[in-house]
């Protein structure tokens, strides 16, 4: 801990940008300047640092953003900062500025480069779960993903309409390289008939018997909702001749086999915009508050996060030690009501 009052912090975002993140901005600069410290933001998360490119902020500047997707901040990647050269150049920065504390919202990868600066830097460094895709350990939920299920979800709404009319097979892919909380989520959210996640073993064969076996019962149409993860990782064709790496590969090698008219919908970036839904505003509001309280008893290298209803402080080190688990019971659910 900080031996310390801290005066001045400082705040980026880094990584896929996930709404929700300015409602945490706003937080973090309105608990600090209720408490008499001074704020900067940093632009483009860690280049930011790097090259000094930063703003003050004050109430105003924080002003009407809490529905607001994106980031006023801006993110970017940071190569230099990948560097010991550039992290010793960041933390020179920080030290020129006067900053005594640094919030990191962002994912896994951010909050891997918060606690390499922490080597070259003696400030303190909190993180803030700023992802859409829910898979930082230590947190139940992280800002951005409840407003990534609601739009996937009322996407594949629509695409359900056009399944029913055409009869057809869709495979909706939604973001997800190596977790499948979006997927499973927007699966039981939109009643979708299969779920593929990469937690779980995917068999071509099995899902198209599967796929065969629901049109036998007078099933005319099929939602299969995908988890990027699963096919870009490669699956082998049934007759093994391809590999299949990506949803629409997936899509033809499933009509070649069942006959049946089937369509890939993958839904992209549009899962990280837009407006934040209530709860990503509410998470974001009570951590970014919840983090600056956690600086000011000189709280360092940790995250923010909510775990059984309650706000915890975690050590960053631990949010990608281990893989976060699906719920094996949603997964129940979903299969129980597909």
Not at 20 to 27: E, F, K, L, P, V
Not at 189 to 216: H, K, M, T, Y
Not at 281 to 308: C, F, N, P, Q, W
């Amino acid at each position: 801990m900080a031996d310390r009052r801290p005066r001045k912090v400082g705040i980026l975002t880094s990584g896929g940008d996930a709404p929700g993140m300015n409602a945490a901005i706003r937080a973090i600069t309105r608990t600090a300047l209720k408490e008499g410290l001074s704020v900067i933001g940093f632009y483009r998360g860690y280049e930011g640092v790097v090259n000094k490119h930063y703003t003050e902020l004050e109430r105003k500047s924080v002003a009407n953003i809490v529905q607001r997707g994106g980031t006023i901040l801006r993110s970017a990647r940071c190569a230099e900062f990948m560097t010991p050269a550039g992290r010793d150049k960041a933390a020179d920065n920080l030290r020129e500025l006067g900053v005594d504390v640094l919030f990191v919202i962002g994912g896994d990868g951010s909050l891997k480069g918060a606690l390499a600066l922490r080597e070259h830097w003696d400030g303190q460094v909190i993180g803030l779960p700023g992802t859409i895709d829910n898979d930082l350990d230590g947190t139940d939920y992280t800002i951005g993903y409840f407003t990534a299920l609601d739009t996937a979800v009322h996407a594949i709404d629509k695409v359900r309409d056009t399944a029913d009319a055409f009869e057809r097979i869709f495979l909706v892919e939604v973001m997800g390289r190596m977790a499948g909380f979006i997927a499973l989520g927007v699966g039981i959210g939109c009643g979708a008939e299969e779920v593929l996640v990469p937690e779980r073993d995917f068999e071509l064969r099995s899902l198209i018997n599967r796929i065969q076996d629901s049109r036998a019962t007078g099933k005319l149409s099929c939602i299969i909702v995908v988890a990027e993860g699963v096919v870009h990782r490669g699956v082998k064709s049934l007759d093994e001749r391809i590999t299949i790496h990506d949803s629409s590969m997936l899509a033809k090698e499933i009509q070649r086999e069942t006959g049946l008219d089937s369509r890939a919908v993958i839904l992209g970036h549009i899962q990280r915009g837009g407006n934040p839904a209530a709860l990503d505003r509410m998470l974001a509001s009570m951590l970014g508050t919840y983090a600056v309280e956690a600086a000011l008893k000189g709280e360092t290298d940790v995250m923010a996060g909510i775990h059984a209803q309650k706000r915890c402080l975690v050590p960053l080190a631990e949010t990608w030690a281990e893989r976060k688990s699906l719920d094996d019971f949603m997964l129940h659910v979903q299969h129980t009501l597909a």
